[in-house]
């Protein structure tokens, strides 16, 4: 069950914008909406970001959005901030009642 | 508030099983996909299933196919996640996490706290 590919690392400085990909294919990111993205701070739990490609959790600052386009989603983080600093996480249903994770981005606040 | 609760850690030799429990409180129990996801250490995250809690239907990765068994007791809303035949490479922390959407595949939220299960002779 291979995982969706995630760039390893992703860096910007303060007030930057930064956005990581997420790349299957048709039978996971590119033929279904359940796309999510999660932030993982280090000794923490995940927390959702973006649910169903491009929606935002109440709570969640609206300097982060999602987008999908083919087999490719996307999260963007503008204005970039150091509490922002942290791992990223991208999940999809993948077709057979399964869902898959991505590599994992460490995302570095300069 | 919605919460999700897990039991504490384990230490269990090569050949065990471990059982991790996630009790849940705050919302209907019954509505809501649970999964079980892990993350070794240094490592990303990896689905492990989901279980319907209004029947207990499940679907589990492949990988763990034959190996996990996710139950649930709606009587005192927890969910259940049995590993069989251990060994080193299950080190981790398992995580549990309802799934608040409709479909039952997207919106993890919230996770419990995580449980380290450690596989050493």
């Known amino acids: 069950q291979s995982a969706l590919t995630q760039p390893a690392s992703v860096s910007g400085s303060p007030g930057q914008s930064i956005t990581i990909s997420c790349t299957g294919s048709s039978s996971d990111v590119g033929g279904y909406i359940y796309v999510s993205w999660y932030q993982q701070h280090p000794g923490k739990a995940p927390k959702l970001m973006i649910f169903?490609?491009?929606n935002r959790p109440s709570g969640v600052s609206n300097r982060f959005s999602g987008s999908k386009s083919g087999n490719t989603a996307s999260l963007t983080i503008s204005g970039l901030q150091a509490e922002d600093e942290a791992d990223y996480y991208c999940s999809s249903y993948r077709s057979s009642s399964t869902l898959v994770f991505g590599t994992g981005t460490k995302v570095t606040v300069l | 508030q919605v919460q999700l609760v897990q039991s504490g850690a384990e230490v269990k030799k090569p050949g065990a099983s471990v059982k991790v429990s996630c009790k849940a409180s705050g919302y209907n129990f019954n509505v809501y996909y649970m999964h079980w996801v892990r993350q070794a250490p240094g490592q990303g995250l990896e689905w492990m299933g989901r279980i319907n809690p209004n029947g207990g239907g499940t679907n589990y990765a492949q990988k763990f196919q034959g190996r996990v068994t996710m139950t649930r007791d709606t009587s005192i809303t927890t969910a259940y996640m049995e590993l069989s035949r251990l060994t080193s490479d299950d080190t981790a922390v398992y995580y549990c996490?309802?799934?608040?959407?409709?479909?039952?595949?997207?919106?993890?939220?919230?996770w419990g706290q995580g449980t380290l299960v450690t596989v050493s002779s």
């Open positions: 169903e490609v491009s």
């Open positions: 996490a309802r799934a608040f959407d409709s479909s039952g595949w997207c919106w993890f939220d919230p």
